[in-house]
T-cell receptor, first 114, second 110 residues
Framework: DAGITQSPRYKITETGRQVTLMCHQT?????MFWYRQDLGHGLRLIYY???????DKGEVSDGYVVSRSKTENFPLTLESATRSQTSVYFC?????????????FGPGTRLTVT | EDQVTQSPEALRLQEGESSSLNCSYT??????LFWYRQDPGKGPEFLFT???AGEEKEKERLKATLTKKESFLHITAPKPEDSATYLC???????????FGKGTRLSVIA
């Protein structure tokens, strides 16, 4: 089915471990985004990508790494997880239709760092 | 500096009691104001995009309007299934990523 999927949906890891969250979209959208959502902060942008091999930092990029070798995939890696990275992570994608840039979101990954 | 402020943070309505949610924004050149609905445990779901002052869009019991400084999401005769968090976001001139407000948590009681 077409859409945007994230895996895993839930993850528990320990401080200091490397964790990779996966995001896959079937729309061939150019843009992909990673957000984290925390109580009191709303959605905050971590990284985004305008196309394969093009990525840019967002508001809260420290401690995160992304890559985009294929248009449909945009993995997010926490190089050495910290408790402050416990959050719900959402991936989104968008494409330009005229002047429209609405983003479509995945179901989220709930990450707990112990 | 907050670019998008939503109010109220939470709103509790009786079924059928119409009300409005507010989204005020400060951007240099608005390239779009977006409304999303988010249910617990799910990703945000796109509702509307507004581009210029005076524009209005409707979907079922929801109507979004836009002025030069704010947007309103009007909910007419809400039902319990309208309960959700409603998020507002803006796209600034020259920037692709959206900037989100913190949302309004709406509860509609039967």
């Amino acid at each position: 089915d077409a859409g945007i999927t994230q895996s895993p949906r839930y993850k528990i890891t320990e401080t200091g471990r490397q964790v990779t969250l996966m995001c896959h979209q079937t729309w061939s959208h150019s843009y992909m985004f990673w957000y984290r959502q925390d109580l009191g902060h709303g959605l905050r942008l971590i990284y985004y990508s305008a196309a394969a091999d093009i990525t840019d930092k967002g508001e809260v990029s420290d401690g995160y790494v992304v890559s985009r070798s294929k248009t449909e995939n945009f993995p997010l890696t926490l190089e050495s997880a910290t408790r402050s990275q416990t959050s719900v992570y959402f991936c989104a994608s968008s494409d330009r239709r005229g002047r429209s840039y609405e983003q479509y979101f995945g179901p989220g990954t709930r990450l707990t760092v112990t | 500096e907050d670019q998008v402020t939503q109010s109220p943070e939470a709103l509790r309505l009786q079924e059928g009691e119409s009300s409005s949610l507010n989204c005020s924004y400060t951007v240099s050149g608005l390239r779009g104001l977006f409304w999303y609905r988010q249910d617990p445990g799910k990703g945000p779901e796109f509702l509307f995009t507004l581009y210029s002052a005076g524009e209005e869009k409707e979907k079922e019991r929801l109507k979004a309007t836009l002025t030069k400084k704010e947007s309103f999401l009007h909910i007419t005769a809400p039902k319990p299934e309208d309960s959700a968090t409603y998020l507002c976001a803006v796209r600034d001139s020259g920037n692709t990523p959206l900037v989100f407000g913190k949302g309004t948590r709406l509860s509609v009681i039967a």
